[in-house]
């Protein structure tokens, strides 16, 4: 009787070691998921290119972001802010596919190129270039808006006062989209991809009030000079905000 137990029990060791040599492959055969869906915030490089370049026109660099947002979930950001959330499945360790009902029956497949890199729909013409950046606050405005405001952070100086009263008064923008010392406004916000207004080659930035008043310019950034420009709107009221650039408003030298 004692035999027969022990012969059971090697019988039954034996076949979960083979349980488990047959299955070991297949774990094997399974994915890892990339290492790039860990880095939250990414953002396309033309238009990081844009800004490092003190370019004239946000609104045609291709403002593009992925949010890795959960395990399996993102969101993809186009024109500066429609989302679209989806979930990805693993393709391979450096790629994977992006799918959600806002995409329809497309999906999008990321693959990553290196440390500092991945391509959606690598190969095609719609290929897009992303770039890692950072967003310790996880600011709701998203990462692109992010970074154009600590592009234009800082505290400037008025070089053409135009006989203002309080010309002296030095003017703070931060990246949080605050202003201080800049005439009764307190925040500011700044359209990229073309997404709220247009203004043509220009970039756009609003400065308002607590009583919710808008006051549109035009900007162009030359290192630590700020321009900023008049706007004279040619659409109605029921279109897309559109402006024609007039005289210059103001010219603001940041402070080392």
């Known amino acids: 009787m004692r035999k027969i137990q022990i012969l059971c029990l090697l019988f039954l060791a034996v ?3 083979q349980a488990c040599q047959n299955g070991a492959p297949k774990e094997a055969e399974k994915a890892k998921t990339p290492a790039f869906t860990a880095t939250p915030y990414w953002v396309s490089s033309t238009f990081v290119d ?3 370049a003190d370019s004239d026109s946000l609104a045609t660099a291709q403002c593009y972001e992925l949010q890795f947002i959960g395990k399996d979930s993102v969101i993809y950001i186009y024109g500066g802010w429609e989302a679209a959330p989806g979930t990805f499945t693993v393709v391979d360790d450096k790629t994977i596919e992006i ?3 806002m995409f329809g029956d497309a999906t999008l497949r990321i693959t990553q190129v290196s440390d500092q890199e991945i391509v959606m729909d690598l190969g095609t013409d719609r290929e897009v270039h992303f770039r890692p950046v950072e967003n310790h606050e996880h600011d709701p405005r998203g990462a692109a808006v992010l970074l154009v405001g600590q592009h234009l952070a800082g505290t400037y100086i008025r070089e053409n006062p135009f006989g203002r009263t309080n010309a002296k008064q030095p ?4 990246a949080d989209g605050t202003v201080k010392g800049f005439e009764a406004y307190q925040t500011y916000q700044v359209p990229v991809g073309g997404d709220l207004a247009d203004a043509g080659d220009g970039n756009m930035i609003y400065f308002s009030s607590s009583k919710q008043e808008l006051f549109p310019l035009a900007w162009t950034k030359r290192g630590d000079t700020l321009d900023l420009w008049t706007l004279e709107r040619v659409t109605g009221v029921d279109e897309k905000p559109y402006y024609e650039v007039g005289r210059m408003y103001d010219r603001l030298i940041r402070k080392k």
Do not use: R
């Open 15 to 17: 076949a979960m070691g």
């Open 50 to 52: 844009a800004l490092e």
């Open 99 to 101: 799918s959600g009902e």
């Open 171 to 174: 003017i703070t923008l931060n």
